[in-house]
Structures are given as structure tokens and as C-alpha cells.
């Protein structure tokens, strides 16, 4: 099982630059989700999406655009990227069972700098 | 204030002894996750909590709803087990919140 793909690992943009963190799912979650993680600052939801066509913003989305146009895929745009933008990026994707979600699986992580 | 509290910040052990950590929140949450989050980076899902008690090999969690808390225990602790521990709350809406993690250290 491939579980939650998240592309790429490492990744330096310049000031201004634009580009797609690609996540990518294979257990035919409904739920999927952005998040960032600062130093002293923990994880920070900023996109998420309850399933195909859906997204809402979460803690912090300024900066960052999504769409979700497949149940397996979920990217996260950054249309010009500015260095308060650096941090890791994780994805992660989850399942309802009835009225309750289940435990979450997140990908590796995105190592994001902006110079 | 964050809306959601973990305490302790840092924790030490010697391998064996029984650990836990404490999450508290301030409002209503539709679920409780905690994350255990290792040296590498990666995060690992351990628990999902909407009420009561659930246990996986030597990790047990519970919530109180009515407190708004809930604690990880680890038994028998293990250097294996050093690693971050986050709580993390979610709300009716999807949306979540996250404590500021809980490094334990667990020396042989």
C-alpha cells in the first residue's frame, strides 16, 4: 500500500516564485488535509477537504490556493511565495466509519525554503 | 492562548517507567487525535478519541468530554518511544487545532 504520497521532499524557491506540493492518496479516503509545521509554533491546518469538488480554509490559509478535482489527489498552491512560507508541509488523509473519522495517515513531508 | 494546552512541554524517563501526557481544550470537539511524531520527522496517527478509553499494545488514551482533557499513557516505556506527542482537536466543522507537542525522551 502506498498510503499518502507527498511530492516533493525538499524543495527551494525564490522570492515571487509559484509552484504545486502534490499529494496523492490511494486508500479512498474522503478527507484530506494540509498542514504546516513551524518550529515553536506546532502544526497549523491550512486547507482540508471532506471530498471531491469540497475544500474549506482552515488555521492559516492566506498563500495557499487547493482544489480537489479526484478523491486520490489534493494539491497545495503557492502562488507567490514569500520567505514567511518556509516551513515542512504535511498531508494526510482520513475515513469516516458512520458519524465518526478514523485515525489519520499522513505523508512524509515537504522541507519548503524560501530565499 | 492556544486552544489547545499539552502538558508537559519535555518529559524524561528511564526506560519502564509509565509516562502520560496531558491535552486540555477549551471549547466543544467533535474528536481528539494524538500524533506521535518521530526524530526522522515523519507523524504516525496513534489514537482517535470521541469518548471513553482506547488502548494499542502499551499505549492507552482517554477523554473526558465533560473536562474537555485527555491523556496519553505509555506502560513500560522504551527508548523507542522517545519521540514528539501531539494532541490534536477537531472541531464539528473539520476543522483542527493543535497543541505544541510533547517531546519525551526515554533513556535506557
Known amino acids: 500500500n502506498a498510503g499518502v504520497t507527498q511530492t516533493p521532499k525538499f524543495q527551494v524557491l525564490k522570492t515571487g516564485q509559484s509552484m504545486t506540493l502534490q499529494c496523492a492518496q490511494d486508500?479512498?479516503?474522503?478527507?484530506m488535509s494540509w498542514y504546516r509545521q513551524d518550529p515553536g509554533m506546532g502544526l497549523r491546518l491550512i486547507h482540508y477537504s471532506v471530498g471531491a469538488g469540497i475544500t474549506d480554509q482552515g488555521e492559516v490559509p492566506n498563500g495557499y490556493n487547493v482544489s480537489r478535482s479526484t478523491t486520490e489527489d489534493f494539491p497545495l498552491r503557492l502562488l507567490s511565495a514569500a520567505p514567511s512560507q518556509t516551513s515542512v508541509y504535511f498531508c494526510a488523509s482520513s475515513y469516516s466509519i458512520g458519524a465518526s473519522r478514523t485515525e489519520a495517515f499522513f505523508g512524509q513531508g515537504t522541507r519548503l525554503t524560501v530565499v | 492562548k492556544n486552544e489547545v494546552e499539552q502538558s508537559p512541554q519535555n518529559l524524561t524517563a528511564q526506560e519502564g517507567e509509565f509516562i502520560t501526557i496531558n491535552c486540555s481544550y477549551s471549547v466543544g470537539i467533535s474528536a481528539l487525535h494524538w500524533l506521535q511524531q518521530h526524530p526522522g520527522g515523519g507523524i504516525v496517527s496513534l489514537f482517535m478519541l470521541s469518548s471513553g478509553k482506547k488502548k494499542h499494545g502499551r499505549l492507552i488514551a482517554t477523554i473526558n468530554i465533560q473536562e474537555k482533557h485527555s491523556s496519553l499513557h505509555i506502560t513500560a516505556s522504551h527508548p523507542r518511544d522517545s519521540a514528539v506527542y501531539i494532541c490534536a482537536v477537531r472541531y464539528n466543522n473539520n476543522d483542527m487545532r493543535f497543541g505544541a507537542g510533547t517531546r519525551l525522551t526515554v533513556k535506557p
Open positions: 486508500m479512498n479516503h474522503e478527507y
